[in-house]
Nanobody
Framework: QVQLVESGGGLVQPGGSLTLSCAAS????????MGWFRQAPGKEREFVAA????????VYADSVKGRFTISRDNAKKTLYLQMNSLKPEDTAVYYC???????????????????WGQGTQVTVSS
């Protein structure tokens, strides 16, 4: 069983920055595809970014490309999302997710992930 705990959310002004963290329990973090998703009020959960366990390749949604950076520290079993140039439309609850260990998953598809955190609120407002 894997548990994921997000932190780092908060209130930030437009143009500001935040770094989200996702701490994982268990032994399979280093062999799991990891992703960040977000859900704004009244909207469906949407893909933000993902990083593969094999080769550390990354994928980003067009809406965050060039502004957000996903990374992982396997020794600390922690996933990160560095968010720069934040916009009001980035306001949402952000969730981290883990795929099944040693599997290459369709990282853009929320249904492909096996474990989810509880989420952390990010609010971008002046």
């Amino acid at each position: 069983q894997v548990q994921l705990v997000e932190s780092g959310g908060g209130l930030v002004q437009p143009g500001g920055s935040l770094t989200l963290s996702c701490a994982a329990s268990g032994r399979t973090f280093s062999s799991s595809d990891m992703g960040w998703f977000r859900q704004a009020p009244g909207k469906e959960r949407e893909f933000v970014a993902a990083i593969r366990w094999f080769g550390d390749s990354t994928v980003y949604a067009d809406s965050v490309k060039g502004r957000f950076t996903i990374s992982r520290d396997n020794a600390k079993k922690t996933l990160y999302l560095q968010m720069n140039s934040l916009k009001p439309e980035d306001t949402a609850v952000y969730y981290c997710a883990a795929g099944a260990p040693a599997h290459i998953i369709q990282v853009l598809d929320a249904a492909a992930y096996q474990y989810w955190g509880q989420g952390t609120q990010v609010t971008v407002s002046s």
